[in-house]
C-alpha cells in the first residue's frame, strides 16, 4: 500500500511530500509557519499507521477512518506549553509514517495511548474530547490524559500537562477509538499536585455497549489499575466525577490507559 506524507500550508499549499510503500519519511530544513500541518495519505482504509512527526515526541499507533489525515503543527501561543522544549521548533525536522505490522496491531496493548491526538475531531483515533476543559488552556485539554506522560507531582507546563475540569461539577471525558475493540483492563493516574488539587473518590465509565463500572480512587500518585469484565466496544466516557470532600478545588486527571486489542485488521 503506497503512503505519502506531505507539509502544507493553511491545508492547501504542498510545501514538500514524499511517496512511499508501506513507509515513508519527510525532511524539512526550515522553520514551520503558522497553520502549517502534516498530512497522511494512504490509498485504502481503514489503516493502522504509526506516525512521528517531531524527534521530541514518541511515535503513536492511529487509525484512520479515511484515506487523509491532517495534524495542525502546534505553536506556543499560550502561557503554558504541553510540549517538550524545542518541539515543532527551530530549522531542521524530520517525520515519519509508515503502515503498522500485524503484530502491532493484534498485540494486547494501550489502545488509548495517542502522542499526536488534537484537540479537535481529525478521523484518526484513539481521540479524547471533554465537556470541560480549564480555561481553554492547552496544558488542560482532555489529549493530555492519553499522551502517554505520567508526571503528576504538579500542574501546567510539560510534563505536567492534564485534563483540567475547570471544577465544572458534571464535567466528563469521552474516549473515542472509531471502531470496535476489545477492552478489559483501565488505569487511572490522578493527578497529584497536593495540597493544591483534590481528587475523586469514585469514578464511573460509561462503555458503548450501554455497560457501566464504577471504581474507587485512593488519593495516591501511583497509577491505579481495575480489571473489568471483557467488552467490544467503540467508545467509553469518564464520568460521574466524586469530589473528595476536602477544601481544594481542582481534582484532574493526567492519565487514563485501556488495555485491550483491535478485533480486526
Same mark, same amino acid.
Given at each position: ?88 521548533? @527551530?530549522? !531542521?525536522?524530520? /517525520?515519519? #509514517?509508515? &503502515? ?9 496493548? +494501550? ?52 485534563? @483540567?475540569? !475547570?471544577?465544572? /461539577?458534571? #464535567?466528563? &471525558? ?9 477492552? +478489559? ?81
Amino acid at each position: 500500500m503506497s503512503i505519502k506524507l506531505s507539509l502544507v500550508h493553511n491545508s492547501t499549499d504542498v510545501e514538500k511530500e514524499r511517496i512511499g510503500v508501506n513507509s515513508t519519511y519527510l525532511a524539512y530544513q526550515s522553520q514551520y509557519k503558522l497553520n502549517d500541518s502534516y498530512r497522511v495519505e494512504v490509498d485504502q482504509v481503514p489503516a493502522y499507521v504509526v506516525v512521528q512527526l517531531d524527534a521530541a515526541i514518541r511515535p503513536a499507533l492511529i487509525y484512520l477512518a479515511t484515506k487523509q489525515w491532517e495534524y495542525k503543527i502546534p505553536f506556543n501561543l499560550q502561557r503554558e506549553w504541553p510540549y517538550p522544549d524545542g518541539a515543532f521548533q @527551530g530549522r !531542521n525536522h524530520y /517525520a515519519t #509514517a509508515r &503502515l503498522a505490522t500485524t503484530e502491532e496491531i493484534a498485540t494486547q496493548t +494501550n489502545l488509548s495511548f495517542n502522542s499526536y491526538d488534537q484537540h479537535d475531531e481529525s478521523n484518526a483515533y484513539p481521540h479524547a474530547s471533554a465537556n470541560a476543559e480549564t480555561r481553554g488552556e492547552y496544558v488542560f485539554y482532555a489529549k493530555n490524559a492519553i499522551d502517554g506522560i505520567v508526571a503528576n507531582a504538579h500542574h501546567g507546563n510539560y510534563p505536567f500537562q492534564s485534563w @483540567g475540569i !475547570n471544577a465544572q /461539577a458534571d #464535567a466528563y &471525558l469521552q474516549l473515542d477509538f472509531g471502531r470496535k475493540v476489545n477492552v +478489559n483492563r483501565i488505569g487511572i493516574v490522578l493527578r497529584g499536585d497536593y495540597p493544591h488539587d483534590s481528587y475523586w473518590k469514585q469514578v464511573s465509565v460509561y462503555f458503548s455497549d450501554g455497560s457501566k463500572e464504577t471504581f474507587a480512587l485512593q488519593k495516591i500518585a501511583e497509577e491505579q489499575f481495575f480489571d473489568i469484565t471483557p467488552r467490544q466496544i467503540e467508545w467509553l466516557r469518564l464520568d460521574d466525577l466524586k469530589k473528595d470532600e476536602d477544601s481544594s478545588t481542582f481534582p484532574a486527571l493526567t492519565e487514563i490507559e485501556v488495555f485491550g486489542h483491535n478485533l480486526a485488521k
